[in-house]
């Protein structure tokens, strides 16, 4: 059958929530040291822009977009979540998540998204490179995982389908 990408269902949150788990453990992937409820997952996240990739049943990895901002003039512009399963690392998952992820993105009407990425996780800066986001800063010591402080890389994407008028 082969890899499809698929819209998130609720149902489908076990297998998420485990993928997430896996990408907290590795210490890179995020400030969160837990997997949160699937209803505090689910209020932070847009309901539009959460996909999955799966093979023959198995999901693979899960992106989502969350919101920057509860102000309205941010209200196209949105914080990628990308966590791919250790045993699909490196077979071009993620790459492929993105993809979709862009291009739903502006069919929901946001012009710009955007990733907070630890300089440690070289493979996550060369996805967002090879999928067109530019690095514009780096946030130093901005936030601690037990109690070590973490610099944070900024990178974002903007819609060339989304007039900028």
């Given amino acids: 059958m082969g890899i499809i990408v698929r ?7 076990e297998e998420v929530s485990r993928i997430y788990s896996e990408g907290i453990a590795t210490g890179i992937a995020t400030f969160e040291t837990q997997v949160p409820t699937y209803d505090h997952w689910n209020k932070a996240h847009t309901s539009e822009c959460r ?4 093979n023959n049943g198995e999901i693979m990895g899960w992106a989502a977009l969350s919101p920057v901002s509860s102000r309205c003039v941010y209200g196209g512009v949105g914080e990628v979540s990308l966590y791919i399963s250790d045993k699909s690392r490196g077979k071009g998952i993620g790459k492929l998540l993105m993809q979709h992820l862009i291009e ?4 929901a009407g946001f012009w710009t998204i955007q990733s907070g990425i630890f300089p440690e996780n070289t493979a996550s800066i060369k996805l967002h490179e090879k999928v067109g986001f530019r690095y514009i800063g780096k946030r130093e010591r901005v936030g601690k995982i037990q109690g070590t402080w973490k610099d944070n890389l900024l990178f974002e994407k903007r819609s060339n389908k989304i007039g900028m008028d």
Avoid at 51 to 54: F, S, Y
Avoid at 104 to 107: F, L, N, Y
């Fill in 7 to 13: 819209n998130m269902r609720p149902s489908d949150w």
């Fill in 51 to 54: 996909l999955i990739a799966e």
């Fill in 104 to 107: 739903e993105s502006e069919k």
